[in-house]
């Protein structure tokens, strides 16, 4: 499995991005997909997933703003970013897992880290006026 990340990049608060992630390598596909972010001296937090049905799941911090979606005949995973804010500035990574992992838990956004499949190799989001 590979995930190769595309986008990002520099932009002004309240401006937009799009991340893109080809995603290769699955016989049917990945059940869960995700995108994570990482700021300098923080811990990686996720931010957004989708399961293969297309249900969605969102950090509170980027509900209203960020849109995690799929084309699933071109296996590439995208999240529109827009209305940004410099609390949003970190290295991005999306993930996939063939698992249909659940991403909530009592009603609790949950973005789990560990055991998954593939990682895309990052891309800068920096989000300064």
């Known amino acids: 499995v590979q995930l190769v990340q595309s986008g990002g990049g520099s932009v002004q608060p309240g401006g937009s991005l799009t991340l893109s992630c080809a995603v290769s390598?699955?016989?049917?596909?990945?059940?869960?997909m995700a995108w994570y972010r990482q700021a300098a001296g923080k811990e990686r937090e996720g931010v957004a997933s989708?399961?293969?049905?297309?249900?969605?799941t969102y950090q509170e911090s980027v509900k209203g703003r960020f849109t995690i979606s799929q084309d699933k005949v071109k296996n590439i995973l995208y999240l529109q970013m827009d209305n940004l804010k410099t609390e949003d500035s970190a290295e991005y990574f999306c993930?996939?897992?063939?698992?249909?992992?659940?991403?909530?838990?009592?009603?609790?956004?949950?973005?789990?880290?560990?055991?998954?499949?593939?990682w895309g190799q990052g891309t800068l989001v920096t989000v300064s006026s």
């Open positions: 993930a996939a897992d063939s698992r249909a992992i659940s991403s909530v838990v009592a009603g609790t956004p949950v973005f789990t880290k560990n055991g998954l499949d593939a």
């Open positions: 390598g699955y016989r049917t596909g990945p059940n869960y």
């Open positions: 989708i399961d293969r049905a297309g249900k969605t």
